[in-house]
């Protein structure tokens, strides 16, 4: 392991090489929100399946223009859900939905009709071929790719392919992650009274809230002392549970009860990197475990546990998940900011649409990294390089949404 601080684009590389796609598996699609699509979906019919009429009224035929004053008698009725049925002459009474009858090709609205008797209309406006007709295969025609590989499926997907007929899909496997948050001093039950020196615990349900948007399965949770033996035992239950990425909070850097780099070592694995030029999080660690388990040692503030999460295990995810590297949105800086040099800042952000659609990116206040409540305003990332010092309003940055699977909406109008 090299003992420099390395740059964020290096180590990123070292854990995308470290990282490897898994399998696929099929997934019924009532349990498919959320799931990544490990091959393109191919429908196999026609959506529409028939022609149908696009509201109430009356589907009859003719000429190109069927005109206004045409008197016709009504032959029968066509309901939502009634199958075959041939007409080539007159007027069919037709409900919104329902398959118009073969020989027929327009529906005329309810509205521009008059019913003179029991079985008699009259037009009340020129009606011309395929009007108010839902074509067969117009929203979706067979054999057409409707979802490509990577898509993440959300509840509007699910409802075109439950529209198709599809009951299953291949996705691909999530990635099982277990979290192990460790310091003498966290509280786990917020409803135990703190003693004096003691703080409740939010990188634990932080991390458990986020990694299943991100695309993973929790398997395994614990919080630990500053212990190094309850350490490693909690390391080997996260093993045991099946997590191939274990993410730790806390005990990486350089002080007395920093002990995660030590009982690495005394487990076999491998430290391929520890501390990067970033801020917040430097003392970030990643290892290779027996077993080619993935662990990244996060330190344990809270924004420094974000910005491991999003910058660095997410990509890994990506990588599990048979994505490609993610690419960030540009926009406009909306107050200057400026920083310490040779650190890349991840900036909890908040992006904006103006009066004149214009999109920028407001840096908020409170970057420190143990200050919670601005990444509860935030609604993106923004990334200042390491070579950058100083950024002036309207200059333009890089922009990432709050997880890898999701991008924000822009707020309101900034002033």
Not at 373 to 386: G, I, K, S, Y
């Amino acid at each position: 392991m090299s003992q420099e601080t390395l740059a964020y684009e290096d180590a990123l590389r070292i854990v995308l090489g470290a990282s490897a796609k898994l399998g696929a598996e099929h997934c019924p699609l009532s349990a498919c929100l959320g799931r990544v699509l490990a091959t393109p979906v191919i429908s196999a019919v026609n959506l529409p399946p028939f022609h149908n009429s696009a509201m109430d009224g009356y589907a009859l035929t003719g000429n190109a223009i069927v005109s206004a004053g045409t008197e016709l008698t009504i032959e029968g009725e066509q309901a939502a859900g009634d199958g075959v049925t041939y007409a080539g002459i007159g007027a069919w009474e037709i409900m919104t939905g329902a398959r118009i009858p073969d020989g027929l090709d327009r529906v005329v609205p309810v509205e521009q009709t008059e019913r003179f008797a029991p079985s008699r209309v009259r037009l009340l406006a020129d009606v011309a071929a395929g009007q108010n007709v839902r074509v067969a295969g117009s929203d979706v025609a067979r054999g057409e790719h409707v979802l490509e590989t990577g898509t993440a499926l959300q509840a509007q997907h699910l409802m075109l392919l439950a529209a198709l007929g599809v009951a299953d899909v291949a996705v691909s496997q999530r990635p099982r992650v277990a979290v192990i948050c460790t310091g003498r001093e966290l509280v786990d039950d917020p409803a135990q009274a703190l003693a004096p020196g003691q703080i409740r615990n939010s990188n634990g349900p932080f991390l458990a809230a986020r990694l299943p948007l991100a695309g993973a399965d929790v398997v395994h949770t614990e919080t630990v002392g500053d212990d190094t033996e309850a350490f490693e035992a909690a390391l080997r239950r996260a093993w045991q549970a099946g997590a191939k990425i274990i993410v730790t909070s806390g005990a990486v850097s350089m002080g007395r009860y920093d002990f995660v780099p030590q009982a690495l070592e005394r487990l076999g694995a491998e430290t391929l990197f520890h501390k990067v030029a970033i801020r917040p999080g430097k003392p970030l660690l990643f290892a290779r475990l027996p077993g080619d388990v993935l662990l990244f040692g996060l330190p344990g503030n809270p924004i420094a546990v974000a910005v491991g999460l999003r910058f660095f295990v997410e990509p890994a995810l990506r990588v599990m998940l048979g994505l490609p590297q993610e690419s960030p949105r540009r926009a406009t800086l909306i107050n200057r900011y400026s920083k310490k040099p040779r650190l890349r800042f991840h900036l909890k952000s908040r992006l904006h649409l103006d009066a004149h659609g214009h999109l920028g990116v407001e840096v908020l206040e409170g970057q420190e990294s143990y200050r919670i409540r601005p990444l509860a305003d935030a609604n993106a990332w923004a990334v200042m390089p390491a070579e950058v010092d100083v950024l002036a309003a309207g200059a333009l940055v890089d922009v990432y949404g709050v997880g890898h699977l999701e991008f924000p909406l822009p707020c309101g109008s900034h002033p």
